[in-house]
């Protein structure tokens, strides 16, 4: 059970690190481009906006 608790926490660390708002952000985004390509709408565009915009917010919090 302890390896299976530091594999979790792991995975955590990698994921979310230091702002959880930028992995909320992420798979909100990966979360849209599936439901947008379920629909049939190319949604190729969709990532690199949303990761462009994350990574802005991001850093805007970070000059802060």
Do not use: E
């Not at 979310?16 to 190319?42: E, Q, Y």
């Amino acid at each position: 059970m302890k390896r299976i608790r530091a594999f979790g926490l792991f995975w955590w660390d990698f994921v979310v690190g230091d702002d959880w708002r930028t992995a909320v952000g992420v798979v909100l985004a990966i979360g849209l481009t599936a439901v947008l390509v379920s629909a049939n709408v190319d949604a190729w565009w969709l990532m690199p906006i949303a990761v462009a915009s994350i990574l802005w917010i991001s850093l805007g919090r970070a000059s802060r």
